[in-house]
């Protein structure tokens, strides 16, 4: 059974982990941009290179994540270590419904702060790529969607988890309702003093009915790593940031509405 330790009595008491150290922080943590050059070359990958699970359609209760041979895998309960997490923002000024899809969105952001494109409505057509500020963009307010009170511009979270047995993360691809939930976990976390890469956590899915019948992601704390495997994951996720933490698009014109 694993072992607690109390911090501000036994009510406030925090498990520690204590099974096998998981096997990314096993390795010499330097070795692992050589891994990846070994077998990927000198390209590089980014988040759409890496296995990768969102939150089902229709209400559904286990997360669809690929095997080793790429084969979709139900799992009810992921468990594991948030690395890193981070925001992002697409439009699309023509629906989903009239593309097909498979279209490049007219502006998206790689930070949630910043967005990079073309507002065809607000620049005209065939205005120049601009740099604009996500929070007041029109296009990011509520009620800017033509379906209803939401917003045009689609928010997500992207969540890097790492998982015992993998070299690599898992990424979770939150969708707007689940992007509340996500963050007040992360806050409980800190105002426990708990770092998101000392902590393993475990995410299930839960059902919410309003507006229409749908899945939200429901975290809670398993237990802390031990101090030294904390500290290697750290590392981990240091190592493993610059290949993720994208910032957009340099150089064009900032532009800040309202």
């Excluded at 790429?70 to 468990?79: I, K, M, N």
């Excluded at 948030?82 to 009239?98: I, P």
């Excluded at 839960?206 to 809670?220: F, G």
Aim: one cysteine or more; a negative charge; charged letters at 20%.
């Amino acid at each position: 059974m694993p072992s607690s330790k109390s911090e501000g009595g036994a009510k406030n008491a925090l498990t520690l982990y204590e099974d096998d150290a998981y096997a990314v922080i096993k390795q010499d943590i330097g070795a692992l941009p050589e891994l990846l050059e070994a077998n990927i070359g000198d390209g590089g990958i980014d988040e759409f290179d890496l296995p990768r699970t969102n939150i089902p359609g229709g209400g559904g209760l286990a997360w669809s994540v690929p095997d080793v041979n790429g084969e979709p895998e139900a799992v009810p309960d992921l468990v594991g270590v948030v690395l890193l997490h981070g925001n992002r923002r697409a439009y699309w000024q023509t629906d989903f419904e009239d593309t097909g899809g498979g279209t490049p969105p007219d502006c998206s952001s790689t930070d949630g702060k910043f967005g990079t494109g073309v507002l065809p409505g607000i620049d005209g057509e065939g205005a120049a790529p601009r740099r604009r500020v996500c929070k007041t963009c029109p296009m990011a307010q509520w009620g800017s969607s033509a379906k209803g009170d939401s917003q045009a511009c689609s928010q997500r979270k992207l969540v890097y988890f790492m998982r015992p047995n993998e070299m690599l993360p898992l990424v979770i691809d939150l969708a707007p309702s689940s992007i509340k939930p996500f963050q007040r976990f992360m806050l409980t976390l800190a105002s426990r003093g708990v770092q998101c890469t000392s902590a393993v956590v475990g995410l299930r899915l839960r059902n919410e009915t309003q507006p229409v019948k749908h899945s939200v992601v429901s975290p809670r704390l398993i237990a802390v790593l031990p101090e030294d495997q904390a500290g290697r994951m750290k590392e981990v996720a240091t190592s493993l940031r610059p290949y993720f933490d994208q910032t957009g698009v340099e150089g064009a014109e900032t532009v800040t509405e309202g």
